[in-house]
């Protein structure tokens, strides 16, 4: 019984630290009772795999599609194609072969110029309201190297920055800019897709880069999963059933969902527990009770723990990683010519999109006959 209690405190836990992200989803458009169909997909995807990985709202793929799209159409055309691209590849098993003809050290650094990507995303964000902003900034960095919990991070910092922007709202020294909410789109909805896609260049160059940086994201956080839960995370089965969670949630108008290094893996059963958690969060979203927190939340309350997410974890791990499995340097360069795929992954990854990241590193491997 007490194992049982635990998993289901230990689904809890990781629904709580989605939702602030979900909020993220809800500022950019997204609607959020559609969303419930990508986590009933994902609770039977891992019940279908018997996989111990999770899937849930997630702050890179929620940002890098809201910056990457103009409007709502775009971004849910640019989340469904870019699970489509994913599902093709991952169904016939070359998941990690692609990863493997790309090389390691390309895929790390794409990673960390989406980390750098965050970091900005999360500068606009607070100064969009600079008093609750500025509190979720300085609690995040505090709650951070305090911690080095994430989910610790975002709780506390989203916490505090709300009471802070509630408190002035209510005083009359910030304006009332919480979360806008279309009530009409909170339902399943049709028409969202472009799909057409090939005549918008861009847009589908937006769709590649979102595949590209859930390839990264399945194999970082996936094995990540597996590893606490002491279990092997197929990779390919994880990219199966997130990209249809995908597909699913944004054909009806509702937000992107990514693997996530859940802490439902050290649960004592970790499958019933991540199936839970998913659960869980399908029915607050279909309950329409995220809005409801949308009310009160301003979207700022989030960039404190962007801008660590973007800039201690992903940048900062994925170069490091990226620079360890380069070969040491032989020139004046850097690191010589692998110095150079991985600076120009970097920057193009950040400044552009992970896609043109990939293909700009890929390119000067190619020319240096790397």
């Known amino acids: 019984m007490e194992a049982y209690l635990t998993d289901l405190l230990t689904a809890l836990a990781v629904v709580l630290n989605g939702a602030p992200q979900g909020l993220l989803a809800l500022s950019l458009g997204f ?8 986590f009933l997909i994902g609770a039977a995807g891992s019940l279908a795999f018997s996989s111990v990985a999770t899937i849930s709202f997630q702050a890179e793929t929620i940002a890098v599609a809201g910056k990457l799209g103009r409007n709502v159409r775009e971004r849910l055309s640019i989340v469904f194609w870019g699970a489509l691209f994913l599902l093709v590849p991952s169904i016939l098993g ?62 506390i910092s989203v916490a505090a920055a709300t009471v802070v922007y509630n408190i002035l709202k209510k005083s009359g020294k910030v304006a009332a800019q919480n979360l806008i909410v279309d009530e009409n789109r909170e339902k399943f909805t049709f028409g969202n897709i472009e799909w057409k896609i090939w005549r918008n260049p861009k847009m589908l160059a937006s769709a590649l880069a979102l595949s590209c940086l859930n390839i990264g994201a399945n194999i970082s956080f996936g094995k990540i999963t597996g590893s606490i839960a002491n279990a092997d995370a197929n990779i390919d089965h994880l990219a199966i ?13 509702g937000g992107p969902v990514e693997a996530i290094i859940s802490g439902t893996a050290s649960a004592p059963h970790p499958i019933a527990s991540s199936v839970l958690m998913m659960l869980i969060m399908a029915a607050i979203l279909l309950l329409k009770l995220l809005p409801v927190v949308g009310r009160y939340v301003h979207s700022s309350a989030i960039a404190g723990f962007l801008f660590v997410l973007g800039v201690f974890v992903t940048f900062i791990s994925n170069v490091q990683a990226a620079i360890a499995l380069a070969p040491a340097a032989q020139g004046p360069f850097g690191f010589s010519p692998w110095g150079m795929v991985i600076g120009i992954t970097v920057i193009a990854s950040a400044r552009w999109n992970p896609f043109y990241g990939l293909l700009t590193g890929f390119a000067v491997k190619l020319i240096f006959g790397l």
């Open 31 to 38: 609607a959020a009772f559609p969303t419930a169909v990508a």
């Open 94 to 155: 070359l998941n990690e072969k692609i990863v493997e003809i790309i090389g390691p050290v390309i895929v790390t650094s794409m990673m960390a110029g989406v980390g750098i990507m965050l970091a900005l995303v999360s500068i606009d964000m607070m100064e969009s309201e600079k008093f609750s902003g500025g509190v979720s900034m300085v609690v995040a960095l505090a709650a951070w190297f305090v911690t080095f919990d994430l989910a610790k991070t975002i709780i």
């Open 241 to 253: 059933y997130s990209s249809l969670a995908d597909m699913g949630s944004s054909f009806l108008g």
